[in-house]
């Protein structure tokens, strides 16, 4: 019994990742990008995340934790720095490896773009109703605290 809840809990932790992707920020960053003049897709603010997370990381890492191909991410690093929002800097130990880090301009346009993407969720979350939000919003919290014990 103990080894099949085991199978249905990796299953279920298995499909909850893309369906939170792509309701908050497939979904709700589209809508809030609706309203912007920037040319940026929701790859370009995942990797400026992951720069804000770590403060600087080789575009390797970064596409690889989001499955990235190496030309796709030059693409893709290469308009945050056009835009100002990303810069290249040599590494300090070796001059040849280019490490990105986040720039103010950058965390000033995350921060907009996550409050519009906070508005947008709690928009969405108008349709349920109280009780379904207050056991949406533990349940959370309680898989948020059980996944930071399997780390």
Same mark, same amino acid.
């Given at each position: 019994?103990?080894?099949?809840?085991?199978?249905?809990?990796?299953?279920?932790?298995?499909?909850?990742?893309?369906?939170?992707?792509?309701?908050?920020?497939?979904?709700?960053?589209?809508?809030?990008?609706?309203?912007?003049?920037?040319?940026?897709?929701?790859?370009?603010?995942?990797?400026?995340?992951?720069?804000?997370?770590?403060?600087?990381?080789?575009?390797?890492?970064?596409?690889?934790?989001?499955?990235?191909?190496?030309?796709?991410?030059?693409?893709?690093?290469?308009?945050?720095? &056009?835009?100002?929002?990303?810069?290249?800097?040599?590494?300090?130990?070796?001059?040849?490896?280019?490490?990105?880090?986040?720039?103010?301009?950058?965390?000033?346009?995350?921060?907009?773009?996550?409050?519009?993407?906070?508005?947008?969720?709690? &928009?969405?979350?108008?349709?349920?109703? &109280?009780?379904?939000?207050?056991?949406?919003?533990?349940?959370?919290?309680?898989?948020? &605290?059980?996944?930071?014990?399997?780390?």
């Amino acid at each position: 019994m103990r080894g099949e809840i085991k199978g249905q809990v990796a299953l279920d932790l298995l499909s909850i990742p893309p369906l939170v992707f792509r309701l908050v920020r497939r979904k709700v960053v589209k809508v809030t990008l609706a309203d912007t003049d920037l040319d940026i897709k929701t790859l370009h603010f995942e990797i400026m995340h992951l720069l804000k997370d770590e403060g600087m990381s080789h575009p390797a890492k970064i596409g690889e934790k989001l499955a990235v191909a190496k030309a796709q991410m030059t693409h893709l690093t290469d308009k945050l720095v &056009d835009f100002g929002f990303i810069k290249r800097e040599e590494g300090a130990d070796d001059r040849r490896t280019v490490n990105l880090s986040l720039t103010e301009k950058g965390r000033k346009i995350l921060e907009e773009q996550d409050n519009l993407v906070i508005n947008a969720v709690k &928009d969405n979350l108008a349709s349920l109703s &109280d009780e379904e939000v207050e056991t949406l919003s533990k349940s959370l919290r309680n898989l948020r &605290d059980i996944l930071s014990k399997l780390q």
